[in-house]
């Protein structure tokens, strides 16, 4: 007898499997959920209707309040977990309420097989729920206690379009399921039996008796107190549902077109967010020109976005303008600068002339339309003066500028069949403010540009490097003693324990204005102009886009303690009075010395790109042409006056610069190999 129910049990085992691999259940609508962007601790940024037009987000027991777990277990399936998807207790009771009343008491579904029944909605019949029963058998096989509960969570009807206990939550109360008051979590237990009856902004009376109903039980069955019960009660059930939440909707909106799962999480600092939001908002209000405004805050460390306002208005502008192209205006003179820096064709302090002069054809002018005379560069940059922009862009060149603002990530918009050329400096350039922010962080990494990170956990890229640790860190603290904007107290600038290194920029005709600042630990952009590109005259970068860039600082954590001391401080940049042959800097055409009658000195040895072994006293140093005297630089340090030799410490790689009296100069990066 006994190995004959052993027998019986192992062929039931062996019919269910085979069962369940022929007639597997369709779990395509726990699948077909809707995709949620979340902050960076999983707070719903945005959530998106599911392919059918329902509000249907996953939901995971781990992330909903225990008291509506409890609350649930003991209105519909009390001895969930323990039983194999079908409760033999349950049906039994039912049936024998049925026969003794005549008519349904009590329900013997358990969650499995309401499960089961949301999975392939049928008609309520006999053949029907048989049907049921064998699914629940098949569920709790395949997903176990705590994946049936996971289903039953994300597909439990709470009427209208929303379905599972997060759409729920969000929807009639504001808040996620994880914390709820005794009151929402019964209401949240009794809306599945009746969604649509129940319904609170429609039946609120009928709502608030099922809900105290779910409240009794609860007090009964010693899961809250009587008294909680009866305070509970009193609360007022909600008569309308809420709208989804909708912060960072730009951003949300092209991460999800390009999410692979339901469940999007981002770098983003959910309160921060929320209170830039207001602020670009309240901002905009005072606008009556349809203006807009973009903003974002990034993290130099691991270049975390934390902060992403597409424009002020949503429903006024759905377009991402983070992300749209436009004139930089004067943002990029800083990278100028750098590059002048980083290969010692310009110090900080070296002297230029800003008068009016044409280069070719075109006589750039100042913003104020005034030349300013003689004055260090780092002054020139300060005041953002166009002509010695102009100038420094002649030196490195503007091929050799977007070719490694191009290699460093940014996008740059030029005319069909246009080459760079000199108004690049000027903004002569198409890029967008995330390329922008981009470049600026990598100055607050010492010249290091990485791509910025959206989604939470994932590692930052190497990037590339495009200037020198010198050079970065000199161009930023010219730009931290820069000209306060209006409205913005000098000694307010180093507020919080923070240096702001910033820069403004107008593009022409007014169209757009820009100001990047960048701290030790942040970086903030911000654009301010119209989407459709119409001028908005007397509108520009210092006075528009400067204060507001100051005010999102203002909202950042405190930051303690400087940058990191200099990889090499006796760097000729670091020092105060620049090198003999870096003291000014005069136009080719400036007839005040001799300039213009000799050639640009050229290095006869050691050659760009050559393998080359000291020998006897060193490397020997030879360049020909220039305006003598002739000071030779390896890696940015200037050797002795008259060195023909320099003895290198080891092998590897170094940078030797050639400069003349005139500051003109010539470069060869060679690597030193010893003897084998």
Not at 111 to 125: G, I, S, V, Y
Not at 199 to 216: G, I, N, S, Y
Not at 511 to 520: P, Y
Request: aromatic letters at 6%; a positive charge.
């Amino acid at each position: 007898m006994k190995r004959r129910l052993t027998i019986g049990a192992l062929a039931l085992v062996v019919t269910a499997v085979l069962a369940d691999l022929l007639l597997p259940p369709d779990l395509g609508r726990l699948q077909a959920v809707s995709v949620v962007v979340e902050d960076r601790a999983g707070s719903p940024l945005r959530p998106f209707a599911s392919p059918d037009g329902t509000w249907r987000m996953g939901a995971e027991p781990a992330r909903v309040s225990p008291l509506y777990l409890s609350m649930l277990r003991e209105i519909e399936d009390r001895r969930f977990g323990w039983h194999p998807g079908v409760d033999p207790l349950a049906m039994t009771r039912a049936g024998l309420q049925m026969l003794n009343h005549g008519r349904v008491v009590s329900g013997g579904s358990t969650l499995t097989m309401q499960l089961a029944r949301l999975l392939a909605p049928k008609p309520r019949t006999i053949a029907a729920k048989l049907t049921e029963m064998a699914r629940a058998v098949q569920l709790q096989m395949r997903l176990g206690r705590d994946g049936v509960l996971a289903g039953y969570l994300t597909l439990a009807p709470f009427g209208g379009a929303l379905e599972g206990v997060r759409a729920a939550s969000l929807a009639w109360f504001g808040r996620e399921p994880d914390h709820l008051s005794p009151a929402q979590a019964a209401l949240l237990v009794a809306l599945p039996q009746s969604p649509e009856r129940l319904r609170p902004d429609r039946h609120p009376t009928a709502a608030k008796a099922a809900r105290d109903r779910v409240l009794d039980r609860a007090a009964a069955a010693g899961i809250i107190a009587a008294d909680v019960a009866a305070s509970a009660k009193l609360e007022a059930v909600p008569v309308a549902m809420l709208d989804m939440p909708m912060v960072a909707p730009h951003l949300a909106a092209r991460l999800a077109s390009q999410a692979t799962k339901p469940a999007v999480r981002t770098t983003i600092d959910g309160n921060l967010q929320r209170t830039i939001e207001n602020m670009a908002q309240a901002q905009s209000r005072f606008w009556p020109d349809n203006a807009e405004m973009a903003v974002m805050v990034v993290a130099n460390d691991g270049r975390r976005v934390l902060a992403h306002v597409g424009a002020a208005q949503w429903r006024r502008c759905q377009i991402d303008l983070t992300r749209a192209v436009r004139s930089p205006g004067s943002t990029l003179k800083p990278f100028i600068y750098a590059l002048a820096f980083d290969d010692l064709s310009l110090h900080p302090a070296t002297l230029v002339v800003d008068a009016s002069r044409r280069f070719g054809a075109w006589m750039p002018r100042n913003f104020d339309q005034d030349s300013h005379g003689e004055m260090p560069v780092r002054e020139a940059l300060q005041r953002s003066l166009n002509v010695p922009a102009v100038q420094a862009l002649e030196l490195v060149g503007p091929a050799r500028l977007a070719t490694l603002l191009r290699q460093s990530g940014a996008e740059l918009a030029f005319p069909p069949l246009a080459e760079p050329s000199l108004p690049l400096a000027l903004g002569g350039v198409g890029m967008t403010l995330a390329d922008l922010v981009m470049l600026y962080a990598g100055l607050g990494e010492d010249g290091r540009v990485r791509k910025l990170v959206y989604h939470a956990g994932q590692p930052t890229d190497r990037g590339s490097v495009l200037v020198g640790q010198e050079a970065a860190r000199a161009v930023l603290r010219i730009l931290e003693a820069a000209p306060a904007p209006p409205g913005v107290a000098s000694a307010n600038l180093a507020r919080r324990g923070r240096a702001i290194a910033f820069k403004t920029g107008t593009s022409y005709g007014f169209r757009d204005a820009w100001a990047i600042g960048v701290s030790k630990e942040y970086t903030v952009g911000v654009w301010v102009g119209r989407p459709d590109g119409v001028p908005r005259p007397g509108e520009y970068g210092l006075a528009s886009a400067a204060p507001v860039l100051f005010q999102v600082f203002d909202q950042l954590p405190p930051e303690s303690g400087g940058r990191s001391p200099p990889a090499r401080p006796d760097h000729a940049l670091y020092h105060g009075q620049p090198p003999l042959a870096l003291v000014r800097l005069r136009p080719p055409d400036d007839d005040a010395g001799p300039r213009h009658h000799t050639e640009r000195p050229r290095l006869l040895f050691p050659l760009d790109g050559s393998d080359v072994e000291p020998i006897g006293a060193g490397i020997a140093l030879m360049a020909q042409g220039g305006t003598p005297p002739l000071r030779w630089l390896v890696d940015g340090r200037p050797l002795p006056l008259g060195a023909g030799f320099w003895n290198p410490d080891g092998p590897g790689f170094s940078r030797l610069t050639v400069v003349d009296s005139q500051g003109r100069q010539a470069s060869a990066t060679i690597r030193v190999v010893t003897p084998p």
